[in-house]
Nanobody, 125 residues
Framework: QVRLVESGGGLAQAGGSRRLSCTFS????????MAWFRRSSGLERKFVAT????????EYGNSVWGRFTISRDNAKNTVYLQMNSLTPEDTAVYYC??????????????????WGQGTQVTVSS
């Protein structure tokens, strides 16, 4: 059974950086597309970034493009989200998602069949 565990959340200053990690277990990570979504307080969950099974096919949400970078290490069964130039608007619970087994990326949460528990990122001004 696929399990996703996020880590790296916490407090950050505006303009600062933070790196989230998501460890995948219980399936074929090398044949799984991965993504990050986030939910700000009281709002719907929104797409942040996605990456294909071989590390290609990256896509980003408009609000994070140029500031966030998604990457993966298939040897470690881990996907990362490097977040730079953080603003208070980036404050949210960040969720790791897996589309397994599927090589196709997607920006739509309904295409992902496995989710982590989420990790809180709070950016102060």
């Amino acid at each position: 059974q696929v399990r996703l565990v996020e880590s790296g959340g916490g407090l950050a200053q505006a303009g600062g950086s933070r790196r989230l990690s998501c460890t995948f277990s219980g399936g074929a990570f090398s044949r799984t597309s991965m993504a990050w979504f986030r939910r700000s307080s009281g709002l719907e969950r929104k797409f942040v970034a996605t990456i294909g099974a071989n590390g290609g096919g990256t896509e980003y949400g408009n609000s994070v493009w140029g500031r966030f970078t998604i990457s993966r290490d298939n040897a470690k069964n881990t996907v990362y989200l490097q977040m730079n130039s953080l603003t208070p608007e980036d404050t949210a619970v960040y969720y790791c998602a897996a589309r397994s087994p599927d090589l196709r990326t997607s920006v739509y949460e309904w295409n992902y069949n496995h989710w982590g528990q989420g990790t809180q990122v709070t950016v102060s001004s």
